[in-house]
């Protein structure tokens, strides 16, 4: 990482950056409070996938005005792992990793009721419907392939690389905890803040955010394909 991102600190970026993510957060958790329905066939309307390219593309311009002046190779991380197949072996454990601890922490959670996380947000459907394949297909590739491109660039990209002048723990820990807060959870903010801990820790492991994102895109991709295969 170059010198400029990596160990100067850039306050008035970063508070720009924490006011973007609370921001983010805040408006996830309002919507929760409002008691905003989410429609159970959220994936198969082409109207979310549109909603969720406006959000994204509005969240990717907000980044770079936030980075605008840096290298973005460098504060963004878009270099190329050292090597690829040490890479992708850390991306597949942290993968597990995250699984063994959702698998946990749901073994918790049924001590205390029905609790189910994945329920809560809402974003997965509950079976295959042949008859609207289109509108799904378009909703997959936004979640699959959009989704986390935007957020690990937010987080693991810009947000990491402003905080890192502050201590590795305290990034990949923060930026884990806010990743979680931007989805508005109650009962999947922990599973969610571990899997933000969980993928800066890849980040930082490999010096670089696409593992981060083919992590991220398999997770959100295996969530849907099993869903609509009945095997959520």
Do not use: K
């Not at 593309?57 to 504060?75: K, N």
């Not at 394949?133 to 947000?159: H, N």
Request: glycine share 10%; no cysteine; proline share 4%.
């Amino acid at each position: 990482m170059s010198e400029s991102v990596a160990t100067a600190r850039h306050p008035g970026r970063l508070v720009a950056w924490l006011a973007f993510v609370l921001a983010l957060a805040l408006l996830s958790y309002g919507a929760r409070l409002a008691d905003t329905e989410t429609p159970d066939d959220l994936a198969y309307r082409y109207s979310s996938s549109v909603a969720a390219l406006i959000q994204y593309g509005l969240m990717l311009g907000i980044l770079l005005l936030i980075a605008r002046g840096l290298s973005w190779r460098e504060v963004f991380a878009l270099r190329r792992p050292a090597r690829w197949g040490r890479a992708i072996g850390l991306a597949v454990l942290a993968l597990v990793a995250i699984y063994a601890a959702a698998l946990v922490y749901e073994q918790a959670l049924s001590l205390f009721g029905d609790f189910d996380p994945t329920e809560e947000q809402g974003l997965v459907p509950d079976g295959w419907d042949s008859s609207r394949a289109g509108a799904f297909i378009a909703f997959f590739v936004v979640v699959t392939f959009i989704a986390p491109t935007v957020e690990e660039l937010t987080y693991r990209g810009l947000g990491l690389s402003l905080l890192l002048p502050y201590g590795t723990v305290l990034a990949v820990v923060a930026t884990g905890a806010l990743f979680g807060l931007a989805h508005g959870l109650v009962v999947g903010l922990p599973i969610l803040t571990v899997f933000g801990i969980v993928v800066g820790w890849l980040r930082v492991r490999t010096n670089s955010i696409y593992p981060s994102i083919v992590l991220h895109a398999a997770f959100n991709g295996i969530a849907l394909l099993a869903s609509v295969s009945g095997a959520a």
